[in-house]
């Protein structure tokens, strides 16, 4: 049967070799060959089966955020774990289906970490960030690669792309950011057009801080009596690190166009331990170099065939060292390189009908020195490859229906099937409301830690199975003097062996428990409105809410059976307010206000009163303004200044995402630049 598989979609993706570029494609396309611009007042309705979580551009500027895991807390059904500071690992937790049922790409390209499975969103600024765009379940558009099929929910991240006016050849900027903790953040980029349909994409990034900030630790014992409170610093979470980018971007004709982007982060971090039994000090160091070139090809045949291959190769060194007596010493080095090729092609059968055909293939290597692992050899590798097709189908503006397969096959495991199908029905076209709906199944392969590890690894655990359903409405209303946006959607998960993850004492190093089987309901609710107020201002508002039941029913016997998995609140929700205004000549000023919740929770399996985790909310409040002054007497171009003041945690509340982990209390940023 697995044969006949791999026959039947190895022949369809030779015979699909044979039509469409996307949506999305085209207008960046396009953009590089803006003659000037446009202002269309029309409203189009979405196109988008599933319609994802989006920040970008100014209202990504706007928010109080540093790194992307900032900005993702702004999304409704997201819960990020931060372990405290500007150093601290953040990792983000979809639905609570887990980090590892994530995807993040970057550029189109999965950031990948087979050791561990974790992403730390904390090291990719948003100083080079155009969009962030959060899918459950799958993107809309079937022409991507196999392995996007495969996860439970993606994270798409797209770096700012070149856009030049006439008579532009290069645009520099620079800036410079400072505030609490002794940060210290310089930026600098340069774009570049070498010729009509080729730039080039310079980035470059330092982050400094020393991490240390005051906190209250205290603890009330069951009978609400107070075992301590006290007044500390926050010691060892100190951060130094580099970043930088650059991208080559070419557009010829306007149906092809290639990328290359090369991405290099170093840093060495402090990495603060837990608070317990009065310790306020750990002696934990994280040394981390991760590098990555990715290329992007993709074109257009006879109006209705479509190729991208994608290419990335990565090498990422971590440096764990641990001199803390009262924990188990390590010196340990770690080298993982991973090789990835992906092949997707997209037809357009009809106008009203789109079939695409994707095989992806990763090697990934993890080679270590002093690590105390299961197996003996001195390299682990691991193959995959990941075959799919997808179907969509679009009748009129009434009806748009995907379906897809994926076949998953790791090492010498059992290739696993997982099907999909995404529905979108709008009845009333004249109005843009939608009932949106999916089905969809993935798995979650162990990592190389889950595995391996003496402490912790299992080398027999099997693969993480989970079932996704999911019914969303969604509205859009688009008038001259407002715009609104507002959805609703009920999910419900099912996670069979599943695999959680969180500090052993030691950050670096993870507990994991397979909790055999979870079931997780939950409702998000989101609205964002625009409206355009006389002299030129606008206001802004975003809500998000999310209620979120996620329980153990493996087995009845359990004490912890029927309670909530760690870390999982049942209530979370944000609200963001702004008010800008804009001159004709594009200067603009603005305050923005945003709030953030996430309720009670426990840190342990079991519900108790002493796993108990309280609630948490901050207040954020910026102000910033950008004006433009003349470069020269003999030049009407102008160049750009930019200031921005943030106030975080306004009230100073003394909170902590992760037990035992405190965050800052007040502190603030300030930023100044200036492009050209």
């Not at 291959?309 to 009262?326: G, P």
């Amino acid at each position: 049967m697995t044969k006949r598989i791999y026959c039947i979609l190895f022949i369809a993706l030779c015979a699909g070799s044979a039509f469409a570029l996307s949506d999305a494609e085209l207008d960046s396309l396009y953009n590089q060959f803006q003659i000037s611009e446009v202002e269309v007042t029309a409203r189009a309705l979405t196109k988008d089966v599933i319609v994802p979580q989006t920040l970008k551009g100014a209202e990504l500027q706007r928010l109080n955020a540093l790194s992307v895991a900032d900005a993702l807390r702004y999304f409704s059904g997201v819960q990020l774990k931060d372990y405290g500071g500007v150093g601290g690992i953040k990792t983000i937790n979809v639905r609570s289906m887990g980090s590892q049922h994530t995807a993040v790409y970057y550029n189109g390209v999965q950031l990948g970490n087979a050791q561990n499975g974790q992403v730390d969103l904390g090291r990719f600024s948003l100083d080079n960030m155009e969009e962030i765009q959060l899918y459950n379940g799958q993107k809309s558009d079937i022409f991507q690669s196999a392995r996007e099929f495969g996860a439970a929910g993606n994270v798409y991240l797209t770096t700012r792309k070149p856009y030049f006016k006439a008579g532009e050849r290069a645009h520099v900027r620079a800036q410079m950011r400072f505030g609490s903790f002794a940060l210290a953040n310089p930026n600098v980029g340069v774009d570049v057009k070498l010729t009509d349909g080729l730039s080039l994409t310079m980035d470059a990034e330092y982050v400094y801080s020393d991490g240390k900030y005051p906190f209250r630790y205290r603890r009330v014992l069951p009978n609400g009596e107070t075992a301590y409170d006290t007044t500390a610093i926050r010691q060892n979470g100190d951060v130094n690190a580099v970043r930088t980018e650059l991208g080559l971007h070419h557009y010829y004709r306007t149906t092809g166009f290639w990328r290359v982007h090369a991405y290099n982060y170093w840093s060495e971090r402090g990495v603060p331990g837990a608070i317990v039994n009065n310790v306020w000090r750990n002696g934990e160091r994280l040394w981390d170099r991760n590098t990555f070139v990715q290329v992007q090809w993709q074109d257009e045949w006879f109006d209705r065939w479509s190729t991208r291959v994608l290419a990335k190769y990565a090498n990422d060194y971590t440096h764990y060292l641990n001199y803390d007596e009262r924990l188990l010493p390590s010196n340990n080095e770690y080298l993982q390189q991973e090789a990835y090729l992906s092949f997707a092609n997209k037809v357009q059968v009809f106008n009203w009908w789109d079939v695409s055909l994707a095989y992806d293939y990763q090697y990934n290597t993890l080679a270590r020195e002093n690590l105390l692992l299961q197996a003996a050899p001195e390299h682990f590798y691991r193959h995959s490859h990941w075959l799919s097709a997808a179907t969509a189908f679009n009748i009129k503006e009434y009806l748009r229906m995907q379906a897809s397969v994926l076949m998953t096959a790791v090492d010498d495991n059992t290739p696993r099937v997982t099907p999909g199908m995404f529905v979108s029905l709008r009845p009333y076209p004249a109005i843009d409301l939608s009932i949106n709906a999916f089905y969809k199944q993935s798995y979650r392969y162990p990592t190389f830690n889950d595995l391996y590890y003496t402490d912790l690894g299992n080398a027999n655990l099997r693969p993480e199975l989970a079932r996704q359903h999911s019914v969303e409405i969604a509205y859009r209303k688009a008038e001259k003097t407002y715009e609104i946006n507002a959805s609703a959607s009920y999910y419900y998960n099912r996670v069979t062996d599943k695999i959680i993850a969180y500090p052993k004492g030691q950050q670096f190093r993870w507990t994991m428990l397979n909790l055999g089987t979870v079931k997780i309901n939950g409702v998000d609710a989101k609205a964002d409105a625009s409206v355009y107020l006389p002299l030129r201002f606008v206001l802004r508002t975003r809500l998000n809410y999310t209620f979120q039941k996620a329980i153990d029913v493996t087995n009845e016997n359990d004490t912890y059976y029927g309670h909530q998995i760690p870390y999982i609140p049942k209530h979370s929700g944000s609200v963001v307010v702004s008010l800008d205004w804009e001159s004709k000549r594009g200067d603009h000023y603005g305050l923005n206000y945003s709030f953030i919740y996430v309720g009670e929770r426990y840190c342990q399996q079991e519900n108790t009163i002493y796993n108990y985790v309280q609630p948490w909310y901050t207040h954020d409040l910026s102000l910033y303004g950008e004006w433009g002054v003349p470069a020269s007497k003999k030049n009407d171009r102008l160049v750009w200044l930019k200031a921005n003041l943030e106030i975080n945690n306004l009230l100073g509340q003394d909170y902590e995402v992760i037990q035992n982990y405190p965050m800052p209390k007040q502190n603030v940023r300030c930023t100044l630049a200036c492009r050209y």
